[in-house]
């Protein structure tokens, strides 16, 4: 079993940076790549972000040159580095894992973003 903690969320104005964090415990030997996802309010979760075990990283088209995405694996800690905000960000942001083999996904409870115009 994975638990996912999420944290940093907060308002910011439009242009401003928020930095996410995804803390890790349990099982974490287990889990093959981790991922940022988010769901506006009356909208479908959507993949923001996706880093393997390795670091390879991957975006999606809307974030492309202002997220980044990164790992710390001494810490069981996950990031989202936002710059840029834009008010179609806000979002509340949840943290993925997905488990080696059987690809059993686990999730955090989410962090709220909201960005003023």
């Known amino acids: 079993q994975v638990r996912l903690v999420e944290s940093g969320g907060g308002l910011v104005q439009a242009g401003g940076s928020l930095r996410l964090s995804c803390a890790a415990s349990?099982?974490?030997?287990?889990?093959?790549?981790m991922a940022w996802y988010r769901q506006a309010p009356g909208k479908q979760r959507e993949l923001v972000a996706t880093?393997?075990?390795?670091?390879?990283?991957n975006y999606a088209d809307s974030v492309k040159g202002r997220f980044t995405i990164s790992r710390d694996n001494a810490k069981n800690t996950m990031y989202l580095q936002m710059n840029s905000l834009k008010p179609e960000d806000t979002s509340v942001y949840y943290c993925?894992?997905?488990?080696?083999?059987?690809?059993?996904?686990?999730w955090g409870e989410g962090t709220l973003v909201t960005v003023s115009s």
């Open positions: 993925n894992a997905v488990r080696w083999g059987d690809s059993i996904n686990y």
């Open positions: 349990g099982s974490i030997a287990t889990i093959n790549y």
């Open positions: 880093i393997t075990s390795g670091g390879s990283t």
